[in-house]
């Protein structure tokens, strides 16, 4: 799932993406349900963000955030109402995390 937000409104997109096409500065979504442009050089981070639920357990996200520090893009795994995160999920962010993170 995919939440991306601006003073007006927030995009939310819950599904798979196919068409993700680098172009210089920018990586882009161009699916026909669903199209985001990110300007990769104006991200200035990204962390793992680990939220408690009362029904759900733990739920995992990647959250990113622009070079004035302002949340640019929140990522999600997919789940079923009422269930917790799948295991692939928690293992994909703790893949890209480990393979960005200071050592």
């Known amino acids: 799932m995919c939440f991306v937000g601006s003073a007006g409104c927030i995009q939310i997109f819950s599904g798979t993406v196919e068409h993700i096409v680098p172009m210089e500065k920018w990586l882009n979504v161009l ?3 669903f199209n985001l442009h990110v300007r990769t050089d104006r991200i200035q981070s990204a962390w793992m963000v680990i939220k408690p639920t009362r029904t759900r357990g733990r739920i995992m996200s990647l959250e990113m955030f622009d070079t004035a520090g302002a949340l640019a893009c929140q990522l999600f795994g997919a789940r079923a109402p009422g269930e ?4 692939a999920w928690r293992r994909l962010i703790h893949d890209v995390i480990g393979a960005n993170s200071p050592h």
């Open 84 to 87: 917790g995160e799948r295991e």
């Open 31 to 33: 699916d026909p349900a």
